[in-house]
């Protein structure tokens, strides 16, 4: 489970579009317990859109079932990943730019998921394929900052944000392939395959000048994370800058072995953790 990461906002106070889609995301959930209409008029029937891909009320829909869902859980579990992932990917784009990569994104995965989707008859709903456009914006970004997360709900590790990122694009990408017979078979993974392309794609045209991709870690600890660092098992370890150069290696080596040495505890408290 996915909870916080470690960087401050360096260009905007508040990420306002951030806020906004959770909040619109909220707002079309609670509307749509106590309308049934709505629902159907803003889900995305993949069969009724490849009937009549120019009508203008079935384009909408690539645009509308991004603030409907399925549960409140699946609402829950995206607005968790947006408000991680969403404020610093915001900054590093601005406002209006951000908010076009996330409707684009959310508009190729519903494409996506209408061609390549195991099941037309069953409608589309959900923001998870545009927030797959902002994990790769911020993928491209900062590779290394680091994520809190409760590995299998249970241990608290730190993670690079690679690592989180590619393992979660991976089992897409798996899922995809074997048509969803692997795993759970209400989830669209070909809409989280679009919406994560487009965002790889949009993220260097959008990104404001001066944003730098592949930045590096921070180097000191953030008071985002706080107390979190001190109970968690760091796997990505800061490397001051300069540190390589300076001829630091011995101390590079034991970061790593360091780094190692919590990979093979953290095995053995996952494997005893089975048994409670």
């Not at 260009?11 to 079309?28: F, S």
């Not at 001051?240 to 990979?263: F, I, T």
Request: glycine share 12%.
């Amino acid at each position: 489970m996915l909870l916080a990461d470690d960087l401050p906002l360096a260009r905007i106070r508040t990420a306002w579009v951030t806020w906004g889609l959770m909040a619109a995301c909220v707002l079309g959930y609670i509307l749509q317990q106590g309308s049934a209409p709505l629902e159907d008029a803003l889900a995305l029937w993949p069969k009724d859109l490849l009937a009549d891909p120019k009508d203008p009320h079935q384009l909408l829909r690539l645009l509308g079932y991004m603030f409907l869902h399925g549960g409140w859980l699946h609402l829950g579990g995206n607005l968790l990943v947006l408000f991680v992932f969403g404020d610093n990917v915001e900054d590093a784009l601005g406002h209006l730019r951000f908010l076009l990569l996330y409707l684009l994104a959310g508009v190729a995965g519903g494409a996506l998921h209408v061609l390549l989707g195991p099941d037309p008859e069953t409608p589309l709903v959900g923001a998870s394929g545009a927030i797959a456009g902002v994990m790769a914006a911020y993928l491209l970004m900062y590779p290394r900052a680091k994520l809190f997360v409760l590995a299998f709900a249970r241990l608290p590790v730190l993670l690079p944000a690679s690592w989180f990122v590619a393992a979660w694009f991976g089992v897409n990408l798996l899922e995809a392939a074997r048509g969803g017979h692997g795993g759970d078979h209400d989830v669209a993974w070909w809409a989280h395959i679009g919406g994560f392309v487009t965002g790889l794609a949009l993220v260097l045209p959008l990104r404001q000048p001066g944003v730098a991709l592949f930045q590096p870690a921070l180097a000191s600890p953030s008071p985002r994370l706080g107390w979190l660092r001190r109970v968690s098992f760091d796997f990505a370890p800061e490397v001051r800058p300069g540190q390589e150069q300076e001829g630091h290696g011995e101390g590079l080596m034991d970061g790593r072995l360091a780094a190692l040495g919590k990979a093979l505890l953290f095995v053995v408290l996952l494997f005893f953790s089975a048994w409670f």
